[in-house]
């Protein structure tokens, strides 16, 4: 009921006219946006007014940019048209832009037209869609099974989240764009001024964006990616503003360990690293990871790895108190001590030894297993040997 009169009272705020005598005398007769996603942005108005307007500016707004204000031009007599270069000045992809006109008339008054929005959404493709709350899945090649098996994995992650944060389930809409390949989702947010890998959740706007090109990985590639970005939506909305305290490596590695399956290069990715230019220390990997493709993968394998052991060695109520100290606005060293009660380094230095030493111990008891066995082989042939050596000497001594 509360929800109903606020949209009540927020549809008469948008819909009444303003009080000033110019806003009566103004009338927007038509009102349009269109686009081609990378290209051009055309806004188009048309208006009636009884005191000719001299300027028409209009204001854009888009999440995590700064405001755009462009003069509007006329193409004639009461209709106006602005053309936004997409090229120059890129959106956010699959975002809702907002946007409205500022009219001034030749006696200097003003008038402000109401808001306006659109979904910037990616209209080269023909979407197909699966609305199932809290989920509006988007795919445009493949049948409705692919839809069905992401909102499958969905609702898994989202199930394990919840659980984690000991949070209750909400309908607050989740949006997942399915592309069909990586060449084509990189296509999309290169026009954009984005990249982005595999897959990629924008928290505030609750939209996923992956790559999941057909054949034998696809399944797997659907419950390793879509737990993995369910789990950054699910805790942005958890901690709000503060989930930019949240580190990077806690970040990346908690939603790793949310994946069904965990990425095929992980383990070879360490091995590598400590047997060649080394481990990158978690305090480089507080703010972000590194841009370079081998660095980044060495990353996300080393903050899944160390969210493991904190979960093997400290538990589920471990990693609550870390994301709960975080949610206080604490450093990325700082969250560490709080909840652990160790420092980043001392944290650092126990995962190597747990991890690495016991992969050497693990290295030990194979090398040694292998020795045992061989001995056992040698001395089996040896007895073997001896056995029938003993057997052919006692027939030769009955027929002599």
């Known amino acids: 009921m509360k929800r109903t009169l606020i949209l009540l009272i927020l549809f008469l705020i948008i819909t009444t006219p303003l009080s000033v005598q110019a806003e009566d005398s103004v009338e927007i007769l038509d009102e349009r946006v269109e686009y081609t996603f990378g290209g051009e942005l055309i806004f188009q108005i048309e208006i009636e007014s009884e005191v000719p307007v001299s300027q028409i500016t209009l204001v854009l707004q888009a999440p995590g940019i700064p405001s755009f204000v462009g003069e509007v031009l006329f193409i004639s007599p009461g209709q106006a048209q602005f053309v936004y270069d997409l090229a120059q000045r890129p959106l956010p992809a699959f975002s809702n832009i907002t946007y409205s006109y500022h009219l001034t008339l030749e006696n200097g008054e003003s008038v402000e037209t109401p808001g306006y929005f659109f979904t910037y959404l990616d209209n080269r493709y023909n979407w197909q869609e699966l609305i199932e709350e809290p989920f509006n899945i988007y795919w445009y090649e493949g049948e409705i099974i692919l839809a069905q098996e992401v909102r499958d994995a969905a609702v898994s992650g989202l199930d394990q989240v919840l659980e984690l944060l000991q949070q209750p389930a909400e309908n607050k809409p989740i949006v997942i764009f399915i592309y069909s390949s990586e060449e084509e989702l990189q296509s999309t947010l290169a026009s954009v001024g984005q990249t982005w890998v595999g897959g990629h959740a924008d928290p505030r706007l609750g939209s996923i964006v992956v790559s999941l090109p057909p054949g034998v990985d696809q399944s797997l590639e659907i419950q390793r990616l879509i737990p993995h970005e369910i789990t950054h939506i699910l805790l942005y909305r958890f901690m709000g503003n503060e989930y930019q305290y949240l580190p990077a490596w806690f970040n990346e590695g908690l939603a790793s360990q949310m994946e069904a399956f965990s990425h095929p290069d992980y383990d070879l990715a ?54 709960f100290a975080y949610d206080q606005g604490v450093s990325c060293e700082r969250g560490v001590e709080v909840a652990l009660g160790i420092t980043l380094e001392e944290l650092e230095n126990d995962w190597k030894l747990d991890v690495f030493s016991r992969g050497r111990y693990l290295t030990y008891i194979f090398v040694l297993s292998g020795f045992l066995l061989l001995l056992l082989i040698f001395l089996g042939v040896f007895i073997f040997g001896k056995f029938q050596g003993s057997e052919i000497e006692q027939e030769w001594d009955e027929n002599e």
């Not at 480089?284 to 899944?304: E, G, R």
């Not at 979960?311 to 990693?319: A, F, K, L, S």
């Open 270 to 323: 360490l091995e590598k690293a400590e047997g060649e230019r080394g481990l990158i220390p978690f305090a480089h990997l507080c703010i972000a990871f590194p841009v370079d493709t081998d660095l980044a993968l060495l990353s996300y394998a080393q903050s899944n790895s160390l969210l493991d052991y904190i979960q093997r060695e400290y538990g589920v109520t471990g990693i609550q108190a870390m994301i």
